[in-house]
């Protein structure tokens, strides 16, 4: 069995890897797994949500670059380590100003504080205040950044947010998909392999979930639980469970005629054994097809749910609060800052969707 089981394995990722969009899609599936995992090292602000606002420079185009003055905060500061970091980001020990120009007078440093395109106000800050009695060091605190996708209207960076928020639509697919698998495959394997009034019931079960709109239903779960992180990935996940279970359902009552199934029974084992050790594993393929699928779903329900303002709250960035947040920019003179998560949200809705194509031809699963 365990010969058979590899075989199946091998021979079914050699069929993927022929199929390049099934390829493409995964390698842009483990891009964002790696991005959602390592991206408060790798966002440019790396703050609790990528969070640091500068409202002086909200809503700049792609590649804008500004100077800035770092005022460390020394009384504050705290230090932290490497795993708060990986998963919660750098607390801000400093605020960064910005700034037009500067000059050094004496022990004070002199700055025109950028307030817009054609205005500044002129501000004093002693060096040594600024640089914990170390004079010599007061370049370390004037920096230039550049903003490789522009910022938003707080002043945020936009590449920041959408780095971090591949976490939030990542877990949300993620999580959303675990509940409805559990459930679905647990419900669909009881109705099909028992039949009778437990298949009525459950049936019954799956098609007064199916009559509702899906939105409708996130709707009603997320008020009853209320706004929040974790209440969207139950309220996604508990809707999503009816596809898989009606999926397992035909399965089982196909795989449960075979004449191995059969044997099985003959030779007294429980039935709990015959699904869970002879049927679930032989139904793998279509699972991990209508998984991806599910996946991709979820991630568009999320979108949706924080664009109506009943998703993911701020400041946790969300590519669909993003948008939320900057659409009315789509008419003005800075289209990019909401098109680019919408352009986020697409690639890996499509990247899914090409994984689910690709596995559904690498299973095989019409001769399944």
């Keep these: 069995m365990a010969q058979t089981d590899y075989s199946f394995k091998t ?12 390829l493409f899609g995964l390698i842009i599936i483990i891009l964002a797994a790696v991005v959602s995992v390592f991206g408060y090292v790798i966002a440019p602000d790396n703050s609790p949500n990528a969070d640091l606002q500068t409202v002086e420079i909200q809503a700049k185009k792609p ?31 400093y605020r960064y100003v910005p700034i037009k120009g500067y000059r050094i007078n004496g022990d004070s ?14 501000q004093f800050y002693s060096i040594k205040q600024l640089t914990n009695n170390e004079p010599s060091s007061i370049k370390k605190n004037l920096i230039t950044k550049k903003f ?45 392999y028992y039949r009778g009034w437990v298949d009525e019931v459950i049936m019954w079960l799956v098609n007064v979930t199916w009559s509702i709109p899906t939105l409708l239903l996130v709707f009603a779960i997320t008020m009853a639980m209320g706004k929040g992180f974790w209440q969207i990935f139950i309220a996604v996940g508990l809707t999503m469970w009816v596809s898989v279970a009606r999926l397992i359902r035909g399965q089982v009552m196909a795989i449960k005629e075979m004449e191995y199934i059969q044997a099985a029974r003959a030779l007294g ?9 002879h049927i ?18 979820a991630i568009i329900v999320e979108a949706g749910l924080s664009f109506l303002g009943i998703g993911i709250q701020p400041p946790q960035p969300s590519w669909g609060l993003m948008i939320k947040e900057n659409y009315n920019f789509i008419i003005t003179h800075n289209p990019m800052i909401a098109l680019m998560p919408g ?7 499509l990247a899914f969707n090409l994984l689910g194509n690709g596995l559904r031809d690498a299973v095989d699963v019409k001769e399944g």
């Design 11 to 22: 021979d079914m990722w050699k069929r993927l890897k022929k199929n390049r969009a099934a």
């Design 63 to 93: 590649g804008y670059s500004q100077a800035f003055l770092i005022v460390p905060d020394f009384k504050n500061s705290r230090t932290q380590n490497g795993v708060t970091v990986l998963l919660w980001g750098k607390q801000n020990n």
């Design 109 to 122: 440093l002199l700055i025109n504080k950028f307030i817009d395109d054609d205005t500044t106000v002129v």
């Design 148 to 192: 490789w996708l522009g910022t938003d209207k707080f002043g945020r960076d936009i590449l920041s947010r959408l780095i971090i928020g591949t976490r939030v639509s990542l877990a949300v697919g993620l999580i959303a998909v675990l509940i409805s698998l559990t459930l679905g495959i647990f419900l669909g394997a009881l109705a099909g």
């Design 269 to 277: 084992l429980k039935n709990s054994r015959i699904i869970g050790r």
């Design 280 to 297: 679930l594993p032989n139904i793998l393929g279509p699972v991990m097809v209508i998984a991806a699928s599910n996946f991709a779903t």
């Design 343 to 349: 352009f986020a949200i697409m690639l890996l809705v």
